[in-house]
C-alpha cells in the first residue's frame, strides 16, 4: 500500500488543487449538458489526467532534469517532422498519424511541457544578474523561444505559436531581464507589423477584418447574443436556445465562455473569472516567493498560460479580439490540451513537495512501499 511522507505533503501546495476542482467539474457538467457525447468523452480525459498527474508526481523528477533538452529537441524535431508527413485538416498541417493504428500526434500541444521545462532548465543553468539579463543571454533564451514559434506559425497555428511566444518572453520578464532590451524589442515590433500583416494566411486576415469591421463574424455575433440573453443569474438548461438549439458554435470548447454566461449570467461568469484570477495569482506568489528556478519557471510560467488563454478566449467570445482557436484552459472541450496542463500541475506539485534534498535520501524512499 502506497504510504505518503509526511514530509512530502507538509510542501504540497493543496491551494492549487482545490482552485482546479471547481473548474474542471463544472466544465464537464456543462459539456454534458451541450453534447453528452462530448461530456463522456470528457470525462475519460478527465480520469487519464488524474492518473497522468499521480504518475508525473511520483516520478522522481530532479533526478531526470538531464532529460529536459532530449525532450526539447525531441518535440522540435516532431514540429518539423509535421513539414514533410504531416497530416492535414482543413487547410492546415499539424499532426502526425502513427502508421498502422490511426492515432495522430499534435507537436504543437505536446511540445508545451518541455518548453517550459527548457526554459526552467536554461534559467536555473545560467540564472539572471541582480540587474537582469543582458543582451548576450537575452538572444539566447529567444532563440529557444523562437524557434518553436516559427515551426508552429507555418504550419500555420499563429494563436498556439504566438502564445508561446508570449508566455515564453513573459517568464523572462518574470525572472528579470534589462530594460532597455524590452524597450528596444517593443519598438521592433511596432516597427515590424506591416511586414508581418504580409506574411499572414489570408484566412488569417479576414479574422483581423471582420475584428475591426463593423459587423462582427457569424460566430462573434451568435456568442455575444448568449453572453446578452443571460442577464444577472442566467437561463435553465431548456431556455438557453443558444447553445441547445445550435445557434452558438463550437459551444463546448472555443465558446463555451458564452455557454456560462448564457446559463449563470453575469453572477457566473463573475464567480469563473474570479476563480481563474485567484488560481493565476497565487501561481504568481509562488513564482515570485521561490529562489528555485525551476519552481519559479514552472509556476510562472503555468500562470501566464492561465492568463493569456482566458483572456484571449474570453475577449474573442465577446469580440474584443480576433477569433483564434486557444480554448479556455482546464475547461474547454480536449484532451489535449487538459492532459498537457495536468502534467505541468504535476511537475509543479513534484518539484515543490520533493524541494528539499533530504526528501531523495534512502529515508526518503522509504516513504514509498
Same mark, same amino acid.
Given at each position: 500500500?502506497?504510504?505518503?511522507?509526511?514530509?512530502?505533503?507538509?510542501?504540497?501546495?493543496?491551494?492549487?488543487?482545490?482552485?482546479?476542482?471547481?473548474? /474542471?467539474?463544472?466544465?464537464?457538467?456543462? &459539456?454534458?449538458?451541450?453534447?453528452?457525447?462530448?461530456?463522456?468523452?470528457?470525462?475519460?480525459?478527465?480520469?487519464?489526467?488524474?492518473?497522468?498527474?499521480?504518475?508525473?508526481?511520483?516520478?522522481?523528477?530532479?533526478?531526470?532534469?538531464?532529460?529536459?533538452?532530449?525532450?526539447?529537441?525531441?518535440? &522540435?524535431?516532431?514540429?518539423?517532422?509535421?513539414?514533410?508527413?504531416?497530416?492535414?485538416?482543413?487547410?492546415?498541417?499539424?499532426?502526425?498519424?502513427?502508421?498502422?493504428?490511426?492515432?495522430?500526434?499534435?507537436?504543437?500541444?505536446?511540445?508545451?511541457?518541455?518548453?517550459?521545462?527548457?526554459?526552467?532548465?536554461?534559467?536555473?543553468?545560467?540564472?539572471?544578474?541582480?540587474?537582469?539579463?543582458?543582451?548576450?543571454?537575452?538572444?539566447?533564451?529567444? +532563440?529557444?523561444?523562437?524557434?518553436?514559434?516559427?515551426?508552429?506559425?507555418?504550419?500555420?497555428?499563429?494563436?498556439?505559436?504566438?502564445?508561446?511566444?508570449?508566455?515564453?518572453?513573459?517568464?523572462?520578464? /518574470?525572472?528579470?531581464?534589462?530594460?532597455?532590451?524590452?524597450?528596444?524589442?517593443? &519598438?521592433?515590433?511596432?516597427?515590424?507589423?506591416?511586414?508581418?500583416?504580409? #506574411?499572414?494566411?489570408?484566412?488569417?486576415?479576414?479574422?483581423?477584418?471582420?475584428?475591426?469591421?463593423?459587423?462582427?463574424?457569424?460566430?462573434?455575433?451568435?456568442?455575444?447574443?448568449?453572453?446578452?440573453?443571460?442577464?444577472?443569474?442566467?437561463?435553465?438548461?431548456?431556455?438557453?436556445?443558444?447553445? #441547445?438549439?445550435?445557434?452558438?458554435?463550437?459551444?463546448?470548447?472555443?465558446?463555451? +465562455?458564452?455557454?456560462?454566461?448564457?446559463?449563470?449570467?453575469?453572477?457566473?461568469?463573475?464567480?469563473?473569472?474570479?476563480?481563474?484570477?485567484?488560481?493565476?495569482?497565487?501561481?504568481?506568489? &509562488?513564482?515570485?516567493?521561490?529562489?528555485?528556478?525551476?519552481?519559479?519557471?514552472?509556476?510562472?510560467?503555468?500562470?501566464?498560460?492561465?492568463?493569456?488563454?482566458?483572456?484571449?478566449?474570453?475577449?474573442?467570445?465577446?469580440?474584443?479580439?480576433?477569433?483564434?482557436?486557444?480554448?479556455?484552459?482546464?475547461?474547454?472541450?480536449?484532451?489535449?490540451?487538459?492532459?498537457?496542463?495536468?502534467?505541468?500541475?504535476?511537475?509543479?506539485?513534484?518539484?515543490?513537495?520533493?524541494?528539499?534534498?533530504?526528501?531523495?535520501?534512502?529515508?526518503?524512499?522509504?516513504?514509498?512501499?
Amino acid at each position: 500500500m502506497l504510504n505518503i511522507d509526511r514530509r512530502i505533503l507538509a510542501h504540497f501546495d493543496f491551494i492549487t488543487i482545490i482552485l482546479l476542482i471547481p473548474l /474542471i467539474l463544472t466544465s464537464g457538467w456543462l &459539456i454534458f449538458e451541450i453534447h453528452p457525447v462530448l461530456g463522456q468523452k470528457q470525462m475519460v480525459y478527465t480520469s487519464v489526467g488524474i492518473g497522468v498527474f499521480i504518475a508525473v508526481f511520483l516520478l522522481p523528477v530532479r533526478r531526470m532534469l538531464w532529460m529536459i533538452p532530449i525532450m526539447y529537441w525531441t518535440g &522540435i524535431l516532431l514540429l518539423l517532422a509535421v513539414e514533410f508527413v504531416g497530416h492535414s485538416r482543413l487547410g492546415a498541417k499539424r499532426w502526425i498519424e502513427i502508421p498502422f493504428v490511426h492515432f495522430t500526434l499534435q507537436p504543437s500541444e505536446l511540445i508545451k511541457p518541455a518548453f517550459v521545462l527548457m526554459l526552467a532548465y536554461l534559467i536555473s543553468r545560467n540564472p539572471p544578474p541582480r540587474d537582469g539579463y543582458g543582451l548576450k543571454d537575452f538572444a539566447k533564451l529567444s +532563440f529557444y523561444i523562437l524557434l518553436p514559434f516559427f515551426l508552429i506559425a507555418k504550419e500555420p497555428d499563429l494563436g498556439t505559436a504566438t502564445v508561446l511566444a508570449l508566455l515564453g518572453f513573459g517568464v523572462l520578464f /518574470i525572472v528579470g531581464v534589462k530594460w532597455k532590451i524590452w524597450v528596444g524589442l517593443g &519598438i521592433a515590433f511596432v516597427v515590424s507589423l506591416p511586414l508581418i500583416y504580409t #506574411q499572414l494566411h489570408d484566412y488569417q486576415k479576414q479574422r483581423l477584418h471582420d475584428f475591426v469591421g463593423e459587423k462582427p463574424s457569424y460566430q462573434v455575433e451568435q456568442s455575444i447574443i448568449a453572453v446578452g440573453s443571460g442577464g444577472f443569474f442566467g437561463k435553465d438548461k431548456e431556455d438557453a436556445t443558444q447553445a #441547445q438549439m445550435k445557434f452558438l458554435p463550437i459551444a463546448s470548447s472555443d465558446f463555451i +465562455f458564452a455557454y456560462v454566461v448564457e446559463r449563470f449570467g453575469f453572477f457566473g461568469a463573475f464567480l469563473l473569472i474570479s476563480l481563474y484570477a485567484a488560481l493565476i495569482i497565487h501561481l504568481l506568489l &509562488i513564482a515570485a516567493w521561490a529562489e528555485d528556478y525551476y519552481i519559479k519557471v514552472v509556476a510562472g510560467g503555468l500562470s501566464l498560460f492561465f492568463f493569456i488563454y482566458m483572456s484571449v478566449n474570453i475577449a474573442m467570445t465577446i469580440g474584443f479580439a480576433p477569433v483564434v482557436g486557444v480554448p479556455l484552459p482546464m475547461f474547454s472541450y480536449g484532451g489535449s490540451s487538459f492532459v498537457n496542463f495536468m502534467v505541468m500541475f504535476a511537475i509543479l506539485e513534484n518539484l515543490l513537495a520533493y524541494r528539499f534534498r533530504y526528501l531523495y535520501t534512502d529515508t526518503g524512499k522509504k516513504s514509498f512501499v
